[in-house]
Nanobody, 117 residues
């Protein structure tokens, strides 16, 4: 079965950095639109960043200039480099794989990111 396994979350001080990784298995990774979403307590899950198979990226306005999404198709892995972290970035971060336009849609189990002094 398809697996998306996130890692790299943790506790960081405001202004700090973290890099999230998501390793995918049992999918044709290079053909999937890969994304990172987050969900804070009491809020809806929201898109943070995504990257198409061709490398086109899309970012939430709140993270533009601070976060960078990248992918390594040879390693079946997508990354999210998060810099200048703010307390409002605190959330569970989820990896997503979508075969557009109407194909399968998979989620990871989530990794907690907490930004606090």
């Amino acid at each position: 079965q398809v697996q998306l396994v996130e890692s790299g979350g943790g506790l960081v001080q405001p202004g700090g950095s973290l890099r999230l990784s998501c390793a995918a298995s049992r999918i044709i990774f290079s053909g999937y639109d890969m994304g990172w979403y987050r969900q804070a307590p009491g809020k809806q899950r929201e898109l943070v960043a995504s990257m198409s198979p061709g490398g086109t990226t899309n970012y939430a306005d709140s993270v533009k200039g601070r976060f960078t999404i990248s992918r390594d198709n040879a390693l079946n892995t997508v990354y999210l480099q998060m810099n200048s972290l703010k307390p409002e970035d605190t959330a569970v971060y989820y990896c997503n794989a979508k075969w557009l336009p109407l194909g399968p849609n998979y989620w990871g189990q989530g990794t907690q990111v907490t930004v606090s002094s």
